[in-house]
């Protein structure tokens, strides 16, 4: 929205600088036909008028567009930088996008690391629950072991 009014603005400007150079070169060229009127009085014929005047309004026209030539060929030159910015931004956010898609493998391979390592300390953590189970039933079992000797002792002590 702000480049397309900045260009309005430009062109308006190059619009009215164009009228007051052609409202200069107006009165300029009447100032020189009044002194030319007032020192000589020219008079030509319908035909030769015709073709000067014919002159004056090509010589205007091919003015006019070579102002306007000028104009697209900075509006050109405008888009072509525009354009290579553009390109330039998008190499920049190609690079970032590869540059964040690598990021994003190293940390899912750390990730797929740190769960390996994760699955493989939880089966160690279970394998001494076991242990740890199994010692218990054994010093249980023991404990059983001792109090059914310890019983048969203080019965055959007391007998």
């Given at each position: 929205?702000?480049?397309?009014?900045?260009?309005?603005?430009?062109?308006?400007?190059?619009?009215?600088?164009?009228?007051?150079?052609?409202?200069?070169?107006?009165?300029?060229?009447?100032?020189?036909?009044?002194?030319?009127?007032?020192?000589?009085?020219?008079?030509?014929?319908?035909?030769?008028f015709s073709?000067?005047?014919?002159?004056?309004?090509?010589?205007?026209?091919?003015?006019?567009?070579h102002q306007?030539?000028?104009?697209?060929?900075?509006?050109?030159?405008?888009?072509?930088?525009?354009?290579?910015?553009?390109?330039?931004?998008?190499?920049?956010?190609?690079?970032?996008?590869?540059?964040?898609?690598?990021?994003?493998?190293?940390?899912?391979?750390?990730?797929?690391?740190?769960?390996?390592?994760?699955?493989?300390?939880m089966e160690?953590?279970?394998?001494?629950?076991?242990?740890?189970?199994?010692?218990?039933?054994?010093?249980?079992?023991?404990?059983?072991?001792?109090?059914?000797?310890?019983?048969?002792?203080?019965?055959?002590?007391?007998?």
């Amino acid at each position: 929205m702000l480049g397309s009014e900045t260009m309005g603005e430009s062109e308006k400007g190059e619009r009215w600088s164009g009228a007051m150079t052609n409202l200069t070169e107006m009165a300029s060229n009447l100032d020189s036909l009044q002194k030319l009127l007032l020192t000589k009085a020219v008079f030509v014929d319908d035909d030769t008028f015709s073709k000067a005047s014919l002159a004056a309004d090509q010589a205007r026209s091919i003015k006019l567009l070579h102002q306007r030539v000028q104009t697209l060929e900075r509006e050109v030159d405008a888009a072509i930088t525009a354009a290579a910015r553009a390109r330039s931004e998008k190499r920049q956010a190609e690079a970032a996008q590869k540059s964040a898609e690598s990021r994003a493998q190293q940390l899912t391979a750390e990730l797929e690391n740190t769960t390996k390592v994760f699955e493989l300390h939880m089966e160690e953590l279970r394998a001494k629950q076991e242990e740890i189970e199994k010692r218990d039933e054994d010093i249980k079992l023991l404990e059983a072991i001792i109090r059914t000797l310890g019983g048969k002792e203080s019965l055959s002590t007391s007998q």
